[in-house]
């Protein structure tokens, strides 16, 4: 494998710390022995995975059970695996949610406790699929500008938008992709003093 | 203060990088105070994808309450808003979008560069509303020519009388056969239809394209991080006699003499402030903060599909380009709407509709937005707000910001004339993507908050009267002659049209009559 290709790979990969690590340590021998040895005078450019590459963070889980259970339920029917693709489920995205909540603004989260526990209370999770579609009515009305007004509706619509972006702005979605560039690459400004 | 110069520059954006460009090659030594620092676009940024990104693009919630153009990737770059706070009664909200870095919102403006016509500066002999310009098409269409090719504006000649041809890099693009389609519905509704006209280049800013060259004159210092809060007159004669300001890093107070004239171009709101803060200098008619305005926006007032590019289907140069409907509402004197003055639209053929717009879910929404894959037409209608005396902002004695110096409070709301026209371009937008066979998906009024458009304008305006506006027909204090505010507050109205262009000219306009006015020493 040549040094490009195992670099991607470990950066755009979803695997263990294990394996990433045992992978790394062989192919640092292999460039050690490839590679002149690095001079102290040297600027190093090392390259670097991004902490979601490497595992799942160990936190505790904002949303309650039940509410996380129909989140999870909710994320698979929105947005399903689907001809090679990653589903939502798949893409982590009601783990990903669940962190992005525990940080948003106090409305959000009313927003989205309301409408997880009507959707836990209803029993979403373990319906089928034409007790579901019943529920998720509101998502199959024409858009309109102005928010519905039945606050189900409302968290529905707010949710099958983040449930989408977080989807196809996720690693394993670029990762099923043929363009490299899937999800978005742009030029990202550090912190300027 | 070590340095010798004669002009302080306060703000390095269109209208302080004009200043500095014009004064600099006319000999006059210049000193530029920007309150934020240069980004170095080596250093400062690098490519990555959003999902490397630790919000997978949906930025830290709560980060930017009023600037939805930040996104996770240029977070950094946009003000922030804690340390920043602005204040507004809480069912008016006013969306403040702001940078500061050197060249202020030129690195990263949309560089649509439109003139002003005489329907703006003499918009009351028109339909007696509001004030005139003091200046005229006429005054200020000699330095449009010499901004253009500067900015290296591309565009098409059309003889449109309300958006004036300039010097322009011609625009000989085709159209795709969409945007033919679209071309011909407007046609056959009477509706006026040209390509975009842009600056030029990946930057196309103030940091790239006057700066350096005022730099090379010799004749310029540029200081960064310097956050200008308050401007002293001398008690004898009232003219600016020293600046005070606070580097932004230290938090160190500092005062240094204003030189023999003040150029303020801070963009439009934050010039006010600084007026408000300096003792309402140059308030005397008791306008300065009083008629503001901006233009409003209906982002994707209408989104349609082109039906024959359905699943990629779409033959090779059907779908891309886009283009630029001008003003056509009552440019007639004698014609009867709902409203006054009139609205813009930028339209373009591509992309995908967003998924909220498709309802839909699970696999049949997948499959759609494949079908729908590249088949997009959308259209954002840019309307024209009238400057009103009860929008104004003040100085908020309650607040502060972190260097301790006093914040706006922002009152502007829209009204019906706004509303009206807003509807008015959605039923007209129906109707032209309907004409060319466009199957719309959806379309809404909804404006954008005020001063999410980011064309904040006037509070400072300029006029013959000076008891009725601030500034003279060269961008001078009525009341002190040696400050001179040239951003946008100094907009008597604005039209539909970017400003960014007019601030430039009206920039040169106005450096050019200081360095005469020091040359005859009058100042």
């Known amino acids: ?193 | 203060m070590k340095t010798d110069y004669e002009v302080l520059i306060v703000g390095s954006g269109a209208a302080g990088g004009m200043a500095a460009y014009t004064l600099t090659k006319l000999g006059v030594k210049c000193l530029m105070l920007d309150a934020g620092p240069m980004i170095d676009f080596d250093r400062h940024r690098v490519l990555k994808p959003v999902y490397d990104l630790p919000y997978r693009g949906f930025g830290r919630p709560g980060r930017f309450p009023h600037v939805t153009q930040a996104s996770e990737f240029d977070a950094n770059v946009w003000l922030d808003e804690k340390q920043n706070p602005y204040t507004y009664a809480p069912d008016e909200p006013y969306y403040w979008v702001r940078i500061r870095s050197l060249g202020g919102k030129t690195t990263r403006w949309g560089r649509a560069s439109w003139r002003l016509s005489d329907y703006e500066f003499k918009c009351k002999d028109h339909d007696g509303f509001g004030e005139n310009w003091p200046v005229s098409y006429k005054d200020l269409a000699p330095f449009y020519d010499r901004v253009e090719p500067i900015f290296r504006v591309s565009g098409r000649k059309e003889g449109f009388a309300q958006i004036p041809d300039g010097i322009f890099l011609a625009d000989e693009s085709t159209d795709s056969t969409s945007v033919q389609r679209f071309l011909a519905a407007c046609k056959s509704q009477n509706v006026p239809t040209t390509k975009q006209r842009r600056s030029t280049g990946t930057l196309a800013s103030s940091v790239n394209l006057l700066l350096p060259d005022a730099l090379a004159t010799g004749n310029l210092t540029i200081v960064p991080n310097a956050i200008v809060s308050e401007i002293l007159p001398d008690r004898k004669t009232g003219q600016a006699s020293k600046v005070r300001f606070i580097d932004r890093i230290s938090k160190r107070e500092y005062e240094i003499p204003a030189g023999r004239a003040v150029v303020i171009g801070a963009s439009a709101l934050e010039s006010v402030r600084l007026l408000l803060n300096s003792g309402e200098m140059g308030n005397s008619s008791g306008t300065l903060g009083r008629y503001l305005f901006d233009q409003f926006y209906v982002k994707n007032v209408v989104t349609a599909v082109v039906p024959e590019a359905k699943g990629g289907r779409a033959p090779r140069g059907m779908i891309g380009g886009g283009g630029y409907i001008p003003r056509f509402r009552n440019l007639a004197k004698n014609e009867k709407r709902k409203f006054i003055r009139g609205y813009a639209y930028d339209f373009g053929s591509g992309g995908t509709p967003a998924a909220r717009l498709i309802p839909k879910y699970g696999e049949p929404l997948l499959n759609e937005l494949n079908e729908l894959s590249g088949t997009a037409f959308s259209m954002t209608t840019m309307g024209e707000v009238l400057p009103r005396h009860e929008s104004h902002c003040v100085i908020n004695k309650d607040v502060r910001d972190a260097w301790g110096v006093p914040a706006l409070n922002i009152s502007h709301v829209y009204t019906d004339n706004e509303f009206e026209m807003a509807k008015d371009s959605m039923e007209v937008a129906d109707a032209l993507c309907r004409g060319a066979g466009f199957e719309v998906l959806s379309k809404h009024w909804e404006m954008v908050p005020p001063g999410e458009s980011i064309h904040e304008l006037g509070g400072c305006r300029m006029g013959t009267d000076p008891k009725k506006s601030v500034l003279n027909s060269f961008n001078q204090l009525h009341d002190v002659k040696n400050v001179y505010v040239t951003d946008g507050s100094s907009f008597v109205s604005g039209g539909a049209q970017n400003p960014t262009l007019t601030i430039l000219a009206l920039s040169m306009r106005a450096a050019e009559n200081i360095a005469e006015r020091m040359k005859r020493k009058e100042i």
């Open chain 1, 1 to 193: 494998m040549k040094r490009r290709d195992w670099l991607r790979n470990a950066i755009t990969a979803p695997v263990g710390a294990a394996a990433v690590a045992a992978a790394g340590a062989a192919q640092q021998q292999q460039a050690a022995a490839q590679t002149p040895p690095p001079t102290n005078s040297d600027t190093p450019k090392l390259a670097l995975t991004n902490v979601d590459a490497i595992g799942a963070p160990n936190s505790e889980r904002f949303f309650a059970p039940g509410e996380f259970q129909a989140l999870e339920a909710l994320a698979k029917t929105l947005l399903p695996a689907y001809n090679g693709r990653p589903g939502a489920v798949e893409a982590g995205v009601p783990e990903f949610l669940d962190f992005l909540l525990s940080q948003s603004p106090a409305e959000r989260q009313e927003l989205y406790h309301d409408g997880l526990r009507a959707l836990s209370a209803a029993g979403f999770a373990t319906m089928d699929a034409v007790g579901q579609k019943k529920i998720l009515a509101p998502l199959e009305q024409p858009w309109t500008y102005a928010a519905p007004k039945d606050p189900l509706a409302q968290f529905l619509r707010v949710a099958k938008d983040d449930i989408i972006q977080a989807t196809f702005n996720s690693r394993e979605w670029a990762a099923s992709s043929k363009t490299r560039t899937s999800g978005g690459t742009s030029y990202y400004y550090f912190t300027i003093e």
